[in-house]
Nanobody, 114 residues
């Protein structure tokens, strides 16, 4: 059974930075694309960043130039470095496999104060 465990969220002022981590187990990590999603209060969950098995990356326009996704296959972990945070980045952040979603983890809450 695949398990996803996100961590690294917290409260930060606008303009600050956070680094999120997601540890995956139960699936061969290195051959799968991974994505970071977020869900703000009252909004649908959205995909904000994706990294392929070949380390190609793509970002939602709202985070392009500020967020960086990376992965460490040896640790079965994907990261999201978030810089220049804005209040509109406030959300619960999740990771998952975009091609074949599995059960969502608990997510990690990011709160950006103005």
């Amino acid at each position: 059974q695949v398990q996803l465990v996100e961590s690294g969220g917290g409260l930060v002022q606008a303009g600050g930075s956070l680094r999120l981590s997601c540890a995956a187990s139960g699936r061969i990590f290195s051959i799968n694309d991974m994505g970071w999603y977020r869900q703000a209060p009252g909004k649908q969950r959205e995909l904000v960043a994706i990294i392929t098995s070949g380390d190609s990356t793509n970002y939602a326009d709202s985070v392009k130039g500020r967020f960086t996704i990376s992965r460490d296959n040896a640790k079965n972990t994907v990261y999201l470095q978030m810089n220049s945070l804005k209040p509109e980045d406030t959300a619960v952040y999740y990771c998952n496999f975009p091609i074949a979603l599995v059960a969502w983890g608990q997510g990690t809450l990011v709160t950006v104060s103005s």
